[in-house]
Protein backbone atom coordinates (compact mmCIF):
# COMPACT_ATOMS: atom_id res chain seq x y z
CA UNK A 1 0.00 0.00 0.00
CA UNK A 2 2.70 2.59 -1.29
CA UNK A 3 1.44 4.46 -3.32
CA UNK A 4 -2.40 5.74 -3.91
CA UNK A 5 -4.75 8.61 -2.70
CA UNK A 6 -5.48 8.98 0.66
CA UNK A 7 -7.45 10.73 2.88
CA UNK A 8 -4.89 11.60 6.11
CA UNK A 9 -3.35 14.21 6.89
CA UNK A 10 -0.25 13.04 8.97
CA UNK A 11 1.77 13.00 5.82
CA UNK A 12 1.41 17.05 5.45
CA UNK A 13 3.71 19.74 6.75
CA UNK A 14 3.33 21.56 10.03
CA UNK A 15 1.95 25.35 9.72
CA UNK A 16 5.83 25.96 11.15
CA UNK A 17 7.21 24.11 7.94
CA UNK A 18 8.41 21.09 10.25
CA UNK A 19 7.88 17.49 9.34
CA UNK A 20 5.40 14.93 10.91
CA UNK A 21 6.83 11.65 11.45
CA UNK A 22 4.86 9.11 10.46
CA UNK A 23 3.13 6.83 12.82
CA UNK A 24 1.98 4.05 10.76
CA UNK A 25 2.07 3.06 7.75
CA UNK A 26 -0.89 3.78 5.22
CA UNK A 27 -3.83 1.79 6.30
CA UNK A 28 -6.66 0.31 3.18
CA UNK A 29 -9.44 2.30 5.51
CA UNK A 30 -7.77 5.73 4.28
CA UNK A 31 -7.78 5.13 0.91
CA UNK A 32 -9.25 7.94 -1.82
CA UNK A 33 -10.11 8.05 -4.88
CA UNK A 34 -9.69 10.79 -8.21
CA UNK A 35 -11.81 13.36 -8.13
CA UNK A 36 -14.72 13.41 -10.15
CA UNK A 37 -13.98 16.37 -12.49
CA UNK A 38 -17.95 16.30 -13.75
CA UNK A 39 -18.12 18.63 -16.86
CA UNK A 40 -21.28 19.80 -18.53
CA UNK A 41 -23.18 17.52 -21.01
CA UNK A 42 -25.38 14.59 -21.51
CA UNK A 43 -26.26 13.02 -18.36
CA UNK A 44 -23.50 9.74 -17.43
CA UNK A 45 -22.89 8.78 -14.67
CA UNK A 46 -21.10 5.35 -13.16
CA UNK A 47 -21.32 3.84 -9.47
CA UNK A 48 -18.08 3.19 -7.21
CA UNK A 49 -17.26 0.86 -4.64
CA UNK A 50 -16.15 2.35 -1.65
CA UNK A 51 -15.18 1.32 2.04
CA UNK A 52 -17.46 -1.16 3.65
CA UNK A 53 -19.49 -2.50 0.37
CA UNK A 54 -21.37 0.98 0.25
CA UNK A 55 -21.77 2.74 -3.31
CA UNK A 56 -21.28 5.65 -4.40
CA UNK A 57 -22.65 7.22 -7.80
CA UNK A 58 -20.08 9.80 -9.97
CA UNK A 59 -21.05 11.97 -12.57
CA UNK A 60 -18.94 12.13 -15.55
CA UNK A 61 -21.42 14.55 -17.33
CA UNK A 62 -24.58 16.25 -16.24
CA UNK A 63 -26.90 18.95 -17.83
CA UNK A 64 -26.84 22.64 -15.69
CA UNK A 65 -30.12 24.77 -15.52
CA UNK A 66 -31.47 27.24 -13.64
CA UNK A 67 -34.21 26.86 -11.33
CA UNK A 68 -36.50 28.45 -8.70
CA UNK A 69 -36.03 27.57 -5.40
CA UNK A 70 -39.98 27.31 -3.95
CA UNK A 71 -39.14 26.45 -0.39
CA UNK A 72 -37.14 25.06 2.03
CA UNK A 73 -37.66 21.47 3.13
CA UNK A 74 -35.03 20.23 5.74
CA UNK A 75 -32.01 21.00 7.56
CA UNK A 76 -30.23 18.94 9.58
CA UNK A 77 -28.78 21.02 11.60
CA UNK A 78 -31.43 23.43 12.73
CA UNK A 79 -35.29 23.58 12.24
CA UNK A 80 -35.51 27.18 13.08
CA UNK A 81 -33.44 28.13 9.43
CA UNK A 82 -35.92 26.11 7.46
CA UNK A 83 -38.86 28.36 9.79
CA UNK A 84 -36.73 31.85 8.80
CA UNK A 85 -36.13 30.57 5.13
CA UNK A 86 -32.27 31.56 5.65
CA UNK A 87 -30.11 29.98 2.70
CA UNK A 88 -27.77 27.49 4.66
CA UNK A 89 -25.30 24.98 2.57
CA UNK A 90 -26.64 21.36 3.01
CA UNK A 91 -30.45 22.54 3.39
CA UNK A 92 -33.26 20.68 1.35
CA UNK A 93 -35.71 22.50 -0.86
CA UNK A 94 -38.10 22.52 -3.48
CA UNK A 95 -37.89 23.17 -6.83
CA UNK A 96 -39.24 24.07 -9.84
CA UNK A 97 -39.73 21.09 -12.37
CA UNK A 98 -36.97 21.55 -14.91
CA UNK A 99 -39.31 20.33 -17.28
CA UNK A 100 -41.63 23.32 -17.21
CA UNK A 101 -41.78 25.89 -19.91
CA UNK A 102 -42.44 28.75 -17.17
CA UNK A 103 -38.83 27.36 -15.49
CA UNK A 104 -36.96 28.40 -18.34
CA UNK A 105 -37.97 31.85 -19.32
CA UNK A 106 -35.39 34.11 -18.64
CA UNK A 107 -37.94 36.93 -16.54
CA UNK A 108 -38.22 34.20 -13.97
CA UNK A 109 -34.49 35.81 -12.68
CA UNK A 110 -35.31 39.38 -12.76
CA UNK A 111 -36.73 41.00 -9.30
CA UNK A 112 -39.56 43.51 -10.00
CA UNK A 113 -39.07 46.88 -8.24
CA UNK A 114 -40.85 47.26 -4.38
CA UNK A 115 -43.81 48.72 -5.60
CA UNK A 116 -45.16 46.33 -7.63
CA UNK A 117 -44.03 43.69 -5.30
CA UNK A 118 -45.98 45.77 -2.46
CA UNK A 119 -49.06 45.92 -4.67
CA UNK A 120 -49.25 42.25 -5.67
CA UNK A 121 -49.18 40.81 -2.02
CA UNK A 122 -52.24 38.89 -2.33
CA UNK A 123 -51.71 37.33 -6.00
CA UNK A 124 -48.50 36.69 -5.08
CA UNK A 125 -49.79 34.06 -2.24
CA UNK A 126 -51.72 32.48 -4.44
CA UNK A 127 -49.54 31.78 -7.19
CA UNK A 128 -46.65 30.66 -4.67
CA UNK A 129 -49.23 28.22 -3.24
CA UNK A 130 -49.76 26.89 -6.36
CA UNK A 131 -46.03 26.70 -7.55
CA UNK A 132 -45.85 24.52 -3.88
CA UNK A 133 -48.41 21.98 -5.35
CA UNK A 134 -46.54 21.60 -8.61
CA UNK A 135 -43.08 21.71 -7.29
CA UNK A 136 -41.80 17.99 -6.27
CA UNK A 137 -37.98 17.84 -7.19
CA UNK A 138 -36.05 17.56 -4.08
CA UNK A 139 -32.35 18.93 -4.17
CA UNK A 140 -29.61 19.79 -1.90
CA UNK A 141 -27.96 23.09 -1.95
CA UNK A 142 -23.29 22.75 -1.81
CA UNK A 143 -22.86 26.24 -1.68
CA UNK A 144 -22.72 28.91 0.65
CA UNK A 145 -24.65 31.31 -0.68
CA UNK A 146 -23.89 34.38 1.80
CA UNK A 147 -19.88 34.01 0.69
CA UNK A 148 -20.26 33.44 -3.14
CA UNK A 149 -23.67 34.98 -4.45
CA UNK A 150 -25.05 31.88 -6.29
CA UNK A 151 -27.11 28.69 -4.82
CA UNK A 152 -25.62 25.67 -6.32
CA UNK A 153 -26.64 22.54 -6.12
CA UNK A 154 -27.62 19.09 -7.06
CA UNK A 155 -30.98 17.14 -7.62
CA UNK A 156 -31.45 14.53 -4.98
CA UNK A 157 -32.40 10.76 -6.58
CA UNK A 158 -32.52 6.85 -5.26
CA UNK A 159 -31.29 5.89 -1.72
CA UNK A 160 -30.20 9.77 -0.87
CA UNK A 161 -33.30 11.16 -1.52
CA UNK A 162 -35.38 8.30 0.07
CA UNK A 163 -33.53 8.85 2.79
CA UNK A 164 -34.11 12.94 3.31
CA UNK A 165 -37.54 11.82 2.38
CA UNK A 166 -37.86 9.72 5.54
CA UNK A 167 -36.28 12.47 7.84
CA UNK A 168 -38.59 15.21 6.61
CA UNK A 169 -41.42 12.63 7.33
CA UNK A 170 -40.01 11.79 10.58
CA UNK A 171 -39.54 15.69 11.63
CA UNK A 172 -43.26 16.44 10.94
CA UNK A 173 -44.46 13.38 13.05
CA UNK A 174 -43.01 15.25 16.00
Known amino acids: MSMGIFQDNWHRHFKTGGKRKPYHKNQKYELGCHAANTKIGPLHKYTVHVWGGN ?21 ASNNELVHTMALVKNWIVLTDSPRSPQCRSPTLYCLPPREILNKKTIKENSEYDERKKNAKISSLLEERQGQCGRADGYVLEGKELEFHQWKIKVQQGK
Open 55 to 75: KHNKRHCCHMHKTRIVDAVYD
